[in-house]
């Protein structure tokens, strides 16, 4: 069940493509990881889905059907470049921000007095957005986000601007909304939080998809059969030597205070994970540490990226 | 509630709560009141100068005759030389020397009378003393003679042409000064109504332009329903404050003129004072102005003028970044504002209903402002009809145009655009 479906979206600003038929699907109840490098058209993307830029061709479904006007009330968007009225008061912007987005004036408040107990904010409501700190500035951005319980947050580099407690807080305030329900589009340059948070991922390079799937998946399919391997022994080289006989084997870095030798064992085809384990028991060697090398997404998003140019 | 009507306001609220907006609002009739007595009070101070004047005037055809007041004294330096006396007149610091020639005719038709002076003299002096001694110098004549005065006066009439136009009503040299006055001063109130919160208009979508928050406001509302906001609340705001001036204005206008008035009917026009039969055909002829036609008109006008040229504002503060990025743009905005207030003040006032004030009250972009000036003189109903009607179809147009720079500069960054771009945008 998709809750974002995306067809063929393409886009040019004069003769410069910014989005090339683009297409995905983001299923519901999900987090969904838009990465991308710098001017790939991720910002392009998100304004098209917020419907502040048309696109020249393509469709857009949201829970199955086209995507209306009046579908902005059910999106909270939560721009890279955050913004409010300086010198409004907190409790008026949030209001305002909010029946903007279809609440009435109760129900708005309520779900205010909510968010402020639930992200520890008290007795702020009255002070204006100038005399408030970056951090808690940007508490009040996220609670202008969320307020209008969009089931679609599209939330551009949300963890900017806020210090490791703080992005904490947020993050699990993320994966919260996603158990009561919300679906959510995050792009972000910092890859630990696509790690943490994402179940799927598109990337986007030179205004193509070039990469998308579930992480799971993805990464699956990036694994290249490689595994850490740490071990004591005092004829560690010439162990060293024997694998290198049998499998390719490269030194490698990684944090292991025991072992004296730390190599990357590639397998080799129709070897299998315990061949490997096999032959190193069998040297009587002892083995402090052996794990599969999985790419980080981080890895696969420079390698994409440089694969295509 | 609509968006639309949140926004106005929100816009609305944030104007009028600016700390700036309600001590502008209270303050200036205060301020302005202020001026005009200290205006009148230093203009009544520079006149309590006393002046005393040396008098050569050998035959005394005229030093009798020259009474002293508060402001002028006379002191005969006849029996000395004239030039010993224009010294003494030098050395004792006297204002000037006021010589009278010996005269040989016994009536004098055209005396070479001269006024010898350190500083130029004050034109006022030089007429009050000429009228002065023309007076003394033809009743002399009349006497010489053998004309009686007071015969001589009685023959005498005044004429005053009973001036009306030819729907009968009554107009006079007063009333067409009136005119003036309250055309212009409607007219030149529009223009700086215009400039004043256009400008607001403009510093508004920066702001929110700068400070981002309008990526937003534009993912739940449409951009043009944002800058229509805008610019009607803003407007708002405008005419909250014009209707506090107007009520603040009249009431301190009231009070002063009943504190003033009784006492020193002159003080606010100490150089020539008027008396109060003149006060009294003043407030006449104000009262004889079609005054609620020129308020409906100012309040029509205003609207239609202030719509045309804050979206001109609200494009402009789109396309830039900051306020000093604004000025190349500022030009249309000025020029059109300045060509009103000029053509209003040189041809209206010389020729209400002229070619060049009828054509320029029409072209949209100065017809508020020409249109208000030549009101008060009398313009046909269906005259004005036309003009709103131009204006307000041009409104439209140039709010629609607007949008269209509006919607794409406020997520454009970085670079001022040219002309040529915006033009590029219009044809989007």
Known sequence: MNLLEIKGLTKKYGDKLALDCFSFKVP????????????????????????????????????????????????????EERGLYKSMKVVEQIIYLAQLKGMSKKDAKKRMLYWFDRLNIKGWGNKKIEELSKGMAQKIQFIVTVIHNPPLLILDEPFSGFDPVNANLIKNEILTLKEEGATIILST???ENVEELCDNIALIHKSKKVLDGPVKTIKNNYRTQTYEVGFQSERAEEITR????????????FKNITAQAKLHVKLNDHQSTSSLLQFLIDTEVEITHFSELVPSINDIFIKTVEQHG | ?????????????????????????????????????LVAYLSSVNNDEKKIIALHDVQELINKELPNTNQLAFVDFSNLPLDQAIMRADKENLYGLLYVPALEDAAISNPNIEFFAKEAPSSFLVSDLEQKISRIITDTNLANAGIDKTQMQQAQTKVNLQIEDFDGQSTSK????????????????????????????????????TNRIVEIIISS???????????????????????????????LLLISSSLIAPNEPGIASAATPVNSDEMALLFQNIMALPLFKISLSFFIYFIGGYFLYSAIYAAIGAAVDSETDTQQFMFPIIIPLMLGIYVGFFTVIENP?????????????????????????????????????????????????AAKIYRIGILMYGKKPTYKELLKWLKN
């Open chain 2, 1 to 37: 509630m609509g968006n639309l009507s949140l926004i106005i306001k929100r816009e609305y609220l944030a104007r009028i709560k600016n700390k700036a907006f309600i001590i502008m609002t209270f303050l200036s009739p205060l301020l302005v009141v202020g001026m005009i007595f």
């Open chain 2, 353 to 401: 209903h002229g070619t060049v004030a009828t054509l320029f009250s029409h072209i949209p972009l100065t017809s508020p402002i020409v249109m208000l000036m030549r009101i008060p003189f009398g313009v046909a109903w269906w005259e004005v009809l036309i003009s709103l009607s131009i204006l307000f179809a041009s409104v439209f147009f140039v709010i629609m145009m």
């Open chain 2, 221 to 251: 509302v449409k951009p043009f329903q944002l800058m229509l906001g805008k610019i009607t609340g803003t407007s708002l705001a405008g005419l909250t404050q014009f209707l506090i001036w107007l009520i603040l204005g009249g009431f």
């Open chain 1, 28 to 79: 519901k109840n999900s987090v969904f990881g838009l990465l991308g490098p710098n001017g790939a058209g991720k910002t392009t993307l998100i304004r098209i889905l917020n419907q502040i830029t048309q696109p020249d061709s393509g469709e857009i479904y949201l829970d199955d059907r086209p995507l209306k006007p009046k579908d902005v009330e059910l999106i909270g968007y939560l721009p």
């Open chain 1, 189 to 191: 340059h910092r890859m």
């Open chain 1, 242 to 253: 024997q694998l290198s006989n049998n499998f390719t084997v490269q030194p490698a870095y």
């Open chain 2, 174 to 209: 007063l009333a067409g000064y009136v005119k003036m006055v309250f055309g212009g001063a409607a007219g030149y109130l529009l223009m700086m109504f215009i400039i004043i919160y256009g400008n607001m208009v403009m510093r508004s979508v920066i702001e929110e332009k």
